[in-house]
């Protein structure tokens, strides 16, 4: 395994979160020895673990994400393993026949951070630390505490003080970690953290860290593993970081290049209007990102100006002919409240996916007849303010309300006519 800068392709041999040209570090395995079916058979056959780390969605994938680590060092709470549904009023609020909902809202505390986190902090551990860090929207932190939790170790977590979820907060606090709130951005956080974590002694679990993004990649491979190696015409994923994009791409490539799969599905970003750095930097076909000084939506995980990882991202949507879009906050909650009222449910960032759909739908760049797979990021009840909102304050689209009523049989009968 070697560290590869995405700038300059100056390689490391150990770990470092950064080139010295500040350039993203991408891991880069040898997968020349790899013998593809004989793979395939072992990723089979631990789908009937039940315990231990093999048992996970992510750790099944070991070979591929982080072949080195010894197990005594994993820390694993069965994430991934999340289901992929369809459901029909779904596919018809999007306009298409064949749509994929990953689940990641599964994962155990509640979002896709899940899969990369267990790698980082199983990195981390392995390096002997105990004091693990991150900035974050809320969701970040959620899943760094839980784990530092399990492992008996500490986290120090940097959440801005607005435009986040409570939910996610209490989360973080309930499972232990130190909170600073603080007066700034997500980014204000991130550069923090690559100016202090080493005077602090602390290890970054931000997707800046490469095995944040080793582990994400198993999402893809779970999808393409469930559909039995074939994979949908188009993968669609909500861009805040710029974390899960990238993952998608480096799995995707990982695949192909084993010839697990023969064709690479085309990739879409989708950003929330209110802050859409990446999507601007796409249609203008700029060289460099401009970083969204006020990032404002009410998808409270994709509060974020200044992704770092857009190189990466950008490389994603090279590879794979892929696309950026962008979506209002209204798409976004009506998105939501179709995939909540199906029974599969998710937080406001993940409905971003559908809501892009259904706009590449109407502008014909997706056909109705092509299959696609949404990557539903986190969980519904990540964000309660919004469900509020939205059912009981404001009369949307979508609203459903509280039947104030008397018991009686009457009142049953005619709610049922309605
Ligand atoms: C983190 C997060 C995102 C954004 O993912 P990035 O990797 O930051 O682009 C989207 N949805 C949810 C629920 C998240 O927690
Ligand atoms: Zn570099």
């Not at 994009?245 to 697990?260: E, H, I, N, P, W």
């Not at 995980?301 to 857009?310: E, K, M, Q, T, Y």
């Not at 056909?367 to 009981?392: F, P, Q």
Request: glycine share 6%; aromatic share 10%.
């Amino acid at each position: 395994m070697k560290y590869v800068c995405v700038d300059c392709q100056q390689q490391y041999v150990s770990f470092r979160y950064e080139c010295t040209c500040h350039g993203m570090l991408d891991i880069r395995h040898d997968f020349s020895e790899i013998d593809g079916d004989f793979l395939k058979d072992r990723f089979n056959s631990r789908l009937s673990e039940r315990m231990g780390p093999y048992a996970s969605g992510v750790w099944r994938y070991k070979e591929l994400i982080f072949p080195e680590v010894d197990e005594s060092h994993i820390v694993s709470k069965y994430e991934g393993n999340t289901g992929l549904y369809q459901h029909e009023s779904i596919a018809r609020y999007a306009g298409v026949r064949n749509v994929w909902l990953k689940a990641q809202s599964e994962n155990p505390s509640g979002s896709f951070k899940d899969n990369g986190m267990t790698v980082a902090l199983t990195h981390g551990k392995s390096l002997g630390y105990t004091r693990f860090t991150c900035s974050s929207t809320g969701n970040t932190s959620s899943s760094l505490a839980m784990y530092a939790a399990l492992a008996q170790a500490h986290s120090y977590v940097f959440v801005p003080n607005k435009n986040i979820s409570l939910n996610k907060v209490l989360q973080t606090l309930a499972f232990g970690a130190h909170i600073f709130s603080f007066d700034g951005t997500y980014d204000d956080g991130i550069t923090f953290l690559e100016q202090h974590s080493e005077e602090l002694g602390l290890y970054i679990c931000n997707s800046i860290n490469p095995f944040r993004i080793e582990g994400q990649k198993s999402i893809v491979y779970e999808i393409a593993h469930m559909l039995n190696w074939n994979l949908p015409e188009w993968i669609v994923v909500p861009g805040g970081a710029l974390s899960n994009v990238s993952a998608l791409g480096k799995g995707l490539s990982d695949l192909y290049t084993l010839g697990f799969i023969d064709k690479l599905p085309r990739v879409v970003v989708v950003q929330a209007e209110g802050t859409s750095p990446f999507y601007n930097m796409i249609v203008n076909n700029s060289p460099q990102l401009e970083a969204e000084l006020e990032p404002y939506t009410v998808a409270s995980a994709l509060n974020i100006g200044n992704p770092p990882s857009w190189r990466k991202a950008k490389r994603t949507l090279e590879e794979t002919n892929g696309i950026a879009i962008a979506v209002t906050d209204e798409e976004i909650l009506n998105a939501k409240a179709i995939i909540d009222a199906s029974g599969i449910g998710c937080e406001p960032a993940s409905a971003a996916t559908i809501a892009g759909v259904k706009k590449l739908v109407a502008q014909y760049v997706i056909d109705k007849d092509e299959s696609i797979a949404c990557i539903l990021t986190g969980n519904m009840l990540k964000d309660t303010d919004v469900l509020r909102n939205y059912h009981l304050e404001r009369q949307m689209p979508y609203s459903n309300s509280l039947i104030h009523a008397e018991l009686s049989v009457a009142t049953v009968f005619e709610a049922m006519r309605k």
